[in-house]
T-cell receptor, first 116, second 113 residues
Framework: AQSVTQLGSHVSVSEGALVLLRCNYS??????LFWYVQYPNQGLQLLLK??????LVKGINGFEAEFKKSETSFHLTKPSAHMRDAAEYFC??????????????FGKGTHLIIQP | DGGITQSPKYLFRKEGQNVTLSCEQN?????MYWYRQDPGQGLRLIYY???????QKGDIAEGYSVSREKKESFPLTVTSAQKNPTAFYLC????????????FGEGSRLTVL
């Protein structure tokens, strides 16, 4: 089975400060990992994805994430936070069953708050 | 523009009534999914379909039903058997079931009065 755990339901940083959102995964097969962002009352938008190529993945809006197999982690970072980064962030892992891949399993989300 | 369209955006229902949420995609994707979102619980999979005329139960299928008669359409019915239907419902699609990357609609918010 596959699962993800996001550490911290809320993270608050000052504008211009480093953003670090933590995600740990569990997977019985080599994982495909994703970060999505959600603004209020909207759907999810893909930030970046890891699919077994380079371990440092760059995404949109200045975000990046590093896959660390030894730590089973896929933390999301951004060097300098902007007010527009305030949103809900979800880490996800590709899910497998006996019939093949079945979509994604999501973490519970981290609400990012940007202090002016 | 290609994308996923969910309707209605907001829906109110009385207890005991069935309601159907629409999801249409023009991305020519094979696979489609329905997720339910509740505060602090992330997204939970209700049903998914890897191909037309086939669908599978997800983690929380009880009280829900779906159909996949056309590639573009994957409607979700919330039945009166669903004990706590008030939630935000998200439809998604992917090129194929094994690609992982999902594209999401804007969501439908259902409130039971």
């Amino acid at each position: 089975a596959q699962s993800v755990t996001q550490l911290g339901s809320h993270v608050s940083v000052s504008e211009g400060a480093l953003v670090l959102l933590r995600c740990n995964y569990s997977s019985s097969v080599p994982p495909y990992l994703f970060w999505y962002v959600q603004y209020p009352n909207q759907g999810l938008q893909l930030l970046l994805k890891y699919t077994s190529a380079a371990t440092l993945v760059k995404g949109i809006n200045g975000f990046e994430a590093e896959f660390k197999k030894s730590e089973t982690s896929f933390h999301l970072t951004k060097p300098s936070a902007h007010m527009r980064d305030a949103a809900e962030y979800f880490c996800a892992v590709r899910t497998y069953s006996g019939g093949g891949a079945d979509g994604l399993t999501f973490g519970k989300g981290t609400h990012l708050i940007i202090q002016p | 523009d290609g994308g996923i369209t969910q309707s209605p955006k907001y829906l109110f229902r009385k207890e005991g009534q069935n309601v159907t949420l629409s999801c249409e995609q023009n991305l020519n994707h094979d696979a489609m999914y329905w997720y339910r979102q509740d505060p602090g619980q992330g997204l939970r999979l209700i049903y998914y379909s890897q191909i037309v005329n086939d669908f599978q139960k997800g983690d929380i299928a009880e009280g829900y039903s779906v159909s996949r008669e056309k590639k573009e359409s994957f409607p979700l019915t919330v039945t009166s058997a669903q004990k706590n239907p008030t939630a935000f419902y998200l439809c998604a699609s992917s090129i194929r079931a094994n690609t992982g990357e999902l594209f999401f609609g804007e969501g439908s918010r259902l409130t039971v009065l």
